[in-house]
């Protein structure tokens, strides 16, 4: 019962906790960087605002998930993985945070707690809705997809830790901490213009891709130092950017000001249909590109397997980039069982494990230097009494395999644990040349 009462009062001091530095990092760029002036149609402080009450709740959320040293121990000890929703849902943090952001929301003045969106209501609001009731149904929503969103964010990194212990890369040492080995950590550095200009020239004449070196992000200090130094810098963050909202306000609106409030009106009518179509096709053919990358082989594997009288099974979620084993295809009296998976980039490169699992590395690369980049696990792994396939559609341009932290770059044929690598075109030519099963190296 005790431990029951602990673990209560724990869940309920950490959402007061991330209530309270919303509340106070929302007010103080709400207080500071409005106008002194009385019957003001200034925007600025509301935008602003607005946006550090969806950064601090997210960031902070996201700490106090994260170095949430009872769950994340919960979650990297147990015995079978838990699911993202299992994860999230389940779990009293989630709810305990909405619940007290309702309270609050429900009992306090809206002018004590979010002045910013009280001044928002009454000045916006439609339809004659009480301004607190218009309030709540724009700022509900959005507290509720950030705490998932940052629950999902601590599920990655307590999932990048589950498999660093599963392979060995994190050993519990005998006084119960753990240390990390083989891991190296990623540094943004500045380069010359000159040292910039040299990369990019030689990196137009390479495969290599500068995303993949030091790819795995080092882990999270845990301990009571590096938690403190977290939360330290967290709310030095948030100190800045107020103090920077504040410097750069007034100059906003003196000199940008009039821009803005022209280009605002102009958006509804031209500019913002012009961008959002802009957006839209870019995005769209994006992933239709990726799309009929996939509806190609598919169409051609079919085709193949017509002409040659191959048996072919029903291909499973043949659309999908992640998906389970896809299909089985029996050709010169040789079963093979296959599997696609692919990016939605060309360039983000795919790492495979000989145990099944493999990551994706997304990261923005300039001038040959990586400033940033996370990375994002899956499963491959498929049990099959034949011949085990893994093949890359759509195309990825860097493909490597993880040699005991050392990643390798793979070519077609070569295998990962059970499984033989190939794309998509090479596939449909080692099927019908009858060569898919020839002896390969590890």
């Not at 509301?46 to 919960?74: C, H, W």
Request: a positive charge; charged letters at 20%; hydrophobic letters at 45%.
């Amino acid at each position: 019962m005790k431990e029951k009462i602990i673990r209560a009062a724990f869940v309920l001091f950490r959402s007061v906790s991330l209530l309270t530095v919303n509340i106070l990092v929302t007010y103080a760029a709400y207080s500071f960087i409005s106008p002194n002036y009385a019957d003001s149609n200034a925007t600025i402080h509301l935008m602003f605002a607005s946006v550090m009450f969806l950064i601090s709740y997210f960031s902070f959320s996201k700490f106090l998930s994260v170095y949430n040293k009872r769950a994340r121990n919960e979650f990297t000890t147990a015995k079978e993985k838990a699911s993202v929703s299992k994860t999230i849902l389940q779990k009293p943090y989630f709810w305990c945070d909405i619940a007290l952001f309702l309270f609050v929301f429900l009992v306090f003045d809206l002018d004590f707690i979010y002045p910013f969106a009280s001044e928002i209501a009454g000045r916006y609001y439609l339809f004659g809705i009480e301004a607190k009731l218009y309030a709540m149904l724009y700022m509900l929503p959005a507290v509720i997809l950030l705490n998932i969103w940052t629950k999902r964010s601590a599920y990655k990194v307590w999932m990048r830790t589950r498999r660093r212990i599963e392979k060995g890369y994190i050993v519990e040492q005998s006084d119960g901490k753990k240390s990390s080995t083989g891991i190296g950590a990623s540094r943004a550095i500045v380069a010359p213009p000159a040292l910039s200009i040299m990369r990019v020239v030689a990196d137009l004449h390479s495969k290599h891709n500068p995303a993949v070196q030091n790819a795995e992000l080092p882990e999270p200090d845990y301990s009571t130092r590096g938690t403190a130094f977290a939360l330290f810098y967290k709310l030095l963050m948030y100190v800045m950017l107020v103090l920077f909202g504040l410097l750069i306000s007034a100059f906003v609106l003196a000199f940008l000001g009039p821009i803005v409030a022209i280009v605002t009106a102009a958006l509804p009518r031209l500019f913002g249909k012009l961008i959002v179509a802009i957006l839209v096709a870019v995005i769209l053919f994006k992933n239709l590109n990726r799309f009929n990358q996939r509806r190609k082989f598919i169409k051609r594997l079919k085709k193949l397997c017509r002409e040659n009288k191959f048996k072919l099974s029903r291909i499973k979620t043949p659309y999908s980039f992640m998906s389970d084993s896809t299909f089985i295809v029996t050709a010169n009296g040789k079963t093979f069982e296959c599997k696609t998976i692919g990016t939605r980039k060309a360039k983000t490169p795919i790492v495979l494990d000989a145990d099944g699992t493999g990551i994706t590395i997304h990261a923005f690369v300039f001038a040959g230097i990586r400033w940033w980049h996370y990375t994002e696990e899956f499963k491959f792994a498929y049990d099959s009494k034949y011949t085990k396939i893994l093949i890359i559609n759509p195309n990825a341009k860097f493909i490597y395999k993880n040699r005991d932290g050392e990643y390798g770059e793979l070519d077609n044929g070569d295998t990962v644990g059970d499984y033989r690598i190939h794309t998509g075109q090479s596939f449909l030519n080692g099927l019908n040349r009858d060569c898919l099963d020839r002896k390969v190296k590890d």
